[in-house]
């Protein structure tokens, strides 16, 4: 071997070098590790909209108390988690609304989208939200509400759908790494309705279709009557930004998406993402095999695919 044969002095630095690399490489996996538990925490307690004790954060996480309260220890020092005197429960710090108002300003996907949500409320003449990732949930941030009917179905900003029972949820999840998505599903899956999807394997299928077609709906899965239908919105290749979608009654939104309303969501979704340079869409483009078949007499419009 090597060490065998090697001059006594050669073996040293050769050992020393190999052992500081190993080290070193350790070293970078435990800090990464760290930094992740750290954004898990911050995650639990956005999706959970209250303080949290420390045992509810650390049985969320399936991890020991010690850990979790070393690392709210030091998010508390930076400011990112603030902690109340009288009932030691744990919330997010004003740190995080330092940062996320700075986000806003380098980012503002709700001023960025508005044109396209309004487009895509006329074109199809139902209700358009705007909504975006929060954990492994997902928030409304922005409607345009249908002026095209008596009555309508309108939703909130600032609510958040329970992710498996939602398109819009679903959307998210499907886009979602592998620990984001098992945080989701290893919670209770709640049947709003007898068409809620709460079997997991289920679910996990549905994200893999998700990802290759592009879209989902949730006919009659949260409430009796509405459906909803969600498109995903990209960045930087493959990374979710945001999701489109239409809600509205079953009988004008059906489960099996109308050809006009999907081309709508598809093809303001694709003319956004290509801006934040997401390419997922492209796919979909002319020639592809799964593209959904138009509706006869739907004229096409300027900038169609």
Known sequence: MTNETAPPSQTGIVTGQRRERATATDNDDVAVQSVGTSFRILDELAAAGRPLRLTEIANALHETKAKVHRHLTTLRQIGAVEQDGGTERYRLGWKLVQLGESVAEQFNLREIAAPYLTAIRDETRETAL??????????????????????????????????????????????????????????????????????????????????????DTADCEIIEGVNTLAVPILRDGNELAGVFSIVGLSSKIPGVPDPHQLEVLHRHARLLSESLNGMAYRKLLPGADNEPQRRRGRPRESGQP
């Open 130 to 215: 705007l909504a975006v990732p929060v954990g492994w949930e997902t928030q409304v941030i922005s409607v345009a509400d249908n002026i095209y009917a008596r009555v309508f179905i309108s939703i909130k900003p600032g609510n958040r759908p329970l992710p498996h029972a939602a398109a819009q949820g679903r959307v998210v999840l499907a886009f979602s790494s592998p620990d984001v998505v098992e945080r989701a599903l290893v919670r209770d899956l709640f049947r709003l309705t007898p068409h809620t999807i709460v079997d997991r394997a289920v679910l996990r299928e549905r994200f893999a279709a998700i990802r290759e077609r592009l879209w």
